[in-house]
């Protein structure tokens, strides 16, 4: 990695759902890489889920499948990390019906971190952590959220704001490690050409 230069890091979480492939033809169109946090049961329930997961999976290096969970913790997400072993299981089960192909995770609901000699989490997801990280997980949270709309799941800031936020969060060095900025955004977000396009616009900001 240039350490002269601040990095970027696109992440998509929640698919496959609708909205996978518009992220998926974007950053294809554009050259640039991505990361797909996929849930495992939303490949069951979505009729094309199968092929959206090998389509991200076959796509690496461009495209990095990683896991976030088999059943996003059923959004209760306090009940799922006070149980911390079988939160556990629930990304294991993941990682085995994705075929999800690093040891990388993101936390429903939740932004931590874990790395080598590196556990930054709250004490809520504190015991879920320290065992994905004593069989050899890394946890990736987000340092920028795009944030959406919870009635109609349309982004909230324009490509301009979130750009700004983007550079705001470097000028400040409120990221988790120095010079890389990982944004946090949902597949279905751009799910409508108009959405997709903003996907786009920001990206070449």
């Known amino acids: ?3 002269t230069k601040s990095t970027i890091y696109l992440t998509f979480d929640d698919g496959p759902q609708k909205g996978t492939i518009g992220c998926y033809n974007t950053c294809k ?4 890489k991505a990361s797909f946090f996929m849930v495992g049961l939303h490949q069951r329930i979505k009729s094309d889920g199968k092929q959206l997961v090998s389509l991200i999976r076959d796509g690496y290096p461009q495209f990095l499948l990683a896991n976030h969970s088999y059943s996003h913790a059923k959004d209760k997400y306090k009940d799922f990390y006070h149980h911390p072993q079988a939160a556990l299981q629930d990304f294991l089960i993941t990682q085995d019906s994705l ?3 690093k040891k990388i995770v993101r936390l429903p609901g939740n932004s931590a971190w874990v ?5 930054t ?3 809520l997801v504190s015991g879920v952590a320290h065992l994905l ?4 997980y890394n946890v990736i949270g987000w340092d920028v959220e795009w944030h959406f709309n919870h009635k109609n799941a349309r982004p909230v800031q324009t490509p301009a ?11 400040r060095n409120d990221t988790h490690s120095p010079n890389h900025l990982v944004i946090l955004t949902h597949d279905r977000m751009f799910q409508r050409p108009d959405d997709a396009d903003s996907l786009a616009k920001f990206i070449r900001i």
């Open 1 to 3: 990695i240039d350490t």
């Open 99 to 101: 075929k999800v192909p």
């Open 133 to 136: 990280d004593s069989i050899g």
């Open 161 to 171: 704001k979130l750009a700004a936020e983007v550079d705001s969060a470097f000028a």
């Open 29 to 32: 169109s554009l050259g640039v």
């Open 121 to 123: 989490c709250s004490h």
């Open 115 to 119: 790395r080598a000699n590196d556990v």
